[in-house]
């Protein structure tokens, strides 16, 4: 005879076939799910790029702070000063005009003065040159020179220009300024210097040294001298590129 009742340890089904609600099962509840893994974060090891490039940057910056003391230190002990010049006197004589050239021949008179006390100077490849308003007339070049600490030395630079060819507004602007009694010329020197401390010496460096709007009373007879005395020229020259 077939056993009608349910198999035990199961809840009696309802008519629908599904246990009634709020039923226990005789089992227990699967445990709740734990937390997923976590991964430790990804370490990349530093490339050798990287290993390279960073004694190098701090070798570059070690060797730039002991150069930058090293210069502080010799600029506080030797205090360099830059070369003065001066133009003592000029003169031209048989300076003549037309249209497009230039004749005349000038007399130059430099004193160089060396104000360091420490350092010794010495000059080489001199050149000078006369100039009008920015215009080249004739250059020449002068004796290679050196030059004790506090000493000063004088220059004489003669030119000499025959028909040399210029524009015609500058022939003009120059009888302009002849008719008024005094032409302004440029005069210019260049030299590579050298300065020396003791044993050590700096590297060769270019001077410019210049004396603009100089004025020459010229006269009927294309001759005249420098108006108003001796004049200080402009120099240039980059003590912090020599070292």
């Not at 349910?6 to 309802?14: E, R, S, W």
């Not at 976590?38 to 490039?53: F, G, V, W």
């Not at 004088?154 to 008024?180: C, G, M, Q």
């Not at 603009?212 to 120099?235: E, H, I, M, T, W």
Request: glycine share 6%; hydrophobic share 35%.
């Amino acid at each position: 005879m077939e056993n009608s009742r349910p198999a035990t340890g199961y809840p009696a089904p309802t008519h629908n076939g599904y246990p009634p609600p709020n039923t226990a099962y005789p089992y227990s509840a699967p445990p709740p799910q734990s937390q997923p893994y976590s991964y430790p974060p990804y370490y990349q090891p530093p490339t050798r790029r990287n290993n390279l490039l960073r004694p190098l940057v701090l070798a570059a910056v070690a060797v730039t702070v002991i150069l930058g003391c090293a210069l502080l230190i010799f600029w506080l002990v030797v205090r360099p000063r830059i070369p003065e010049f001066h133009l003592t006197s000029l003169s031209v004589s048989n300076f003549s005009t037309n249209q497009s050239q230039v004749t005349g021949n000038w007399d130059a008179a430099i004193e160089a003065y060396n104000p360091n006390k420490k350092m010794r100077v010495s000059y080489y490849d001199v050149v000078s040159g006369i100039y009008y308003d920015g215009n080249y007339l004739t250059r020449t070049p002068l004796a290679p020179f050196s030059q004790d600490t506090r000493e000063r030395t004088p220059l004489s630079a003669k030119f000499s220009v025959i028909d040399s060819y210029v524009e015609r507004k500058v022939a003009d602007s120059v009888n302009a300024e002849r008719s008024r009694g005094a032409v302004k010329f440029d005069f210019r020197l260049e030299a590579i210097a050298g300065f020396k401390y003791g044993g050590w010496r700096t590297r060769r460096r270019l001077v410019r040294v210049w004396c603009p709007d100089v004025p020459v009373n010229v006269s009927s007879k294309g001759s005249g001298s420098l108006v108003g005395g001796a004049r200080k020229c402009r120099v240039a020259v980059n003590f912090w590129a020599i070292f």
